[in-house]
Structures are given as structure tokens and as C-alpha cells.
């Protein structure tokens, strides 16, 4: 990937602060823009945490295309704005895979996140960098393990999926678990010694290590997963086909513009694109084994 320069340094830093909002809206209310429709768009601080400039910039770049009033609304969890979006009072939301295909019959793809040249990431299984023993999720039997979130893929379901496909059982297996409710947090858990090992998504990790090395260099990668399809940006089943398609034009269009490409590169992506469903067969086929050995709720 190539070097992030100081002022996207300092962007991505913040992007990536531990301490979450509960509730973040942002949204032009002009004489002259009040009688435009309004698109509200759902994040977590998985992304988007406490930035209010960016989201307005975002904001303005997003209403100067969709010629609409648009409004960041953020909440502090997967579920909390999972609610939202499923209850209509959101338009999309940018969400994990995993509650895309948990409740697939409510909801519809509209794009995906292009990062280090592909809509794909990694699950990192993260330790502390004291720690030179550990190969593997199986070595941590009897620790205490950072989850970041119950609707997380690469923060919970994937570990556990891991553990029980080789016959271990994820709620005896270790000592003792908790959720962060970030990624980053799940880092700082580790780094300071409050769990021996945690799940993070690679795309915080290694955007944390061009930012904060001093933070992440208290931990270390023990293993990579497989590629999942990155966190998508989603509409409810039922939102009209004709507003997808002019949410999907204003985000893929990103990267064709020059305030877009900044913006981008405020968000350390590369752009977005309208995505396939089949990149989240593998979280499918996860979520599907462990429902059926009722190792999920």
C-alpha cells in the first residue's frame, strides 16, 4: 500500500479513535435546500468515529451529486444501527457482512468498499508482541480473548467459526471473553494486557499501523484469514430501486472526481463499487454452520 501522507495521517487516527458517540447526525437545513429529499446514511465508529468534519465534507460532496439533503447518523454498534436500517429510519447504513447475510431477506446490497486494490479484507488474530509462543487461535486455551462485536465477522464470527471447525468449543475454550465494541479497542485491549489475544478486522490494523505504530507495535499478527467481502454499504429490501441506484452512482462515482478521490483518501479506501453477493458466501456458509450446531444466538 502506498505511504499516507501527514494530513491523512492525522484523518485516519482520528477515524480510528476509541471513544464513540451516541448519536451523530450532520445535514444541510438551507432555505434552499429544505424541500430536496433527505438521504440519511448509518455508520459505526468502525469507520467513522467522531468526525465531524469529514462527514460534513462528505456530506456536501454527497448532496452536490445526489442533488439531496444528505445526514450522517452514527451510533456506537453494529445492532444499534442494524435496528435503524431495518426499521426504515435509515435509507442504508455501512455495516459488516455478517448481519448482511443474517438478515439477507430484509436487505440489499449498494456497494462495497474498495481497499488495497480489491472489496475484500482479512480477520486478524492479533497478540501481544511480548508474546513469541502463540501460532495460532488453537494456542490459547484457558486465556482471555477480545471480541469486538456479537455482529462483527472478522470480530467474532470467524473465530469462533475457526475454533469449532477444528473441534474446539468457543464458549469453554477460553478462560474468559468480552466485546470491546471496536476494532480498535480490541487493539488497545491486547496492547495493555487486558486479553492475552483478540479478533480485529486487518483494514483497522493495518490502518492503525501507518497512524499509531507505537500502539500497534505492543501487538503482533499471529495469523491471517481468508479474504471476505469488506463491510458493505446496504439498503433496506424494500427502499426503491431507483434511490439505490442514485446512492450507488454518488459513492462509486467517488473516485472519478477530485474532491471524491480526497475524500477517499481521507478514508483510506480506494473507492467503492456496486459489489457481488457472492463475496459473502464464505460468512454464509460460516454463519450456516454454526446455527446448525447452535453455537450462535
Partial sequence: MPAINSDRRLTIKRLL????????????????????????????PVFLDQQ?????????????????RVSFVQRSNY?????????????????????????????????VPVFAGAPLYESYLI?????????????LAGKIFAFSDPLSNSGYLFPRHQLWSQNKSPDQFFARTFFTSSHRKVVEAVAVGLAHAGAVDGYVWESL???????????RVVAKSQKFGFPPLLAHRDYPNERVALIR???????????????LNRLNLDGFVPGDDKLY????????DLQRVNLLA
Fill in 17 to 44: 479513535a476509541g471513544t464513540c458517540v451516541p448519536m451523530l447526525s450532520t445535514r444541510a437545513t438551507s432555505a434552499t435546500s429544505v424541500d430536496k429529499p433527505v438521504i440519511k446514511i448509518g455508520t459505526t
Fill in 52 to 68: 465531524l468534519a469529514l462527514l460534513d465534507d462528505w456530506r456536501r460532496h454527497l448532496e452536490s451529486v445526489l442533488q439531496a
Fill in 79 to 111: 445492532r444499534e444501527i442494524l435496528e435503524l436500517l431495518l426499521s426504515r429510519q435509515l435509507d442504508c447504513a455501512w455495516l459488516c457482512g455478517y448481519p448482511y447475510v443474517r438478515f439477507r431477506t430484509s436487505l440489499q446490497l449498494v456497494a
Fill in 127 to 139: 497478540a501481544s508482541n511480548d508474546d513469541k509462543l502463540t501460532r495460532s487461535i488453537t494456542d
Fill in 209 to 219: 499501523a501507518k497512524v499509531a505504530p507505537t500502539l500497534t507495535a505492543k501487538t
Fill in 249 to 263: 452512482s454518488g459513492v462509486t462515482g467517488m473516485s472519478s472526481t477530485t474532491h471524491g478521490r480526497q475524500i
Fill in 281 to 288: 458466501d464464505s460468512i454464509t456458509e460460516m454463519m450456516n
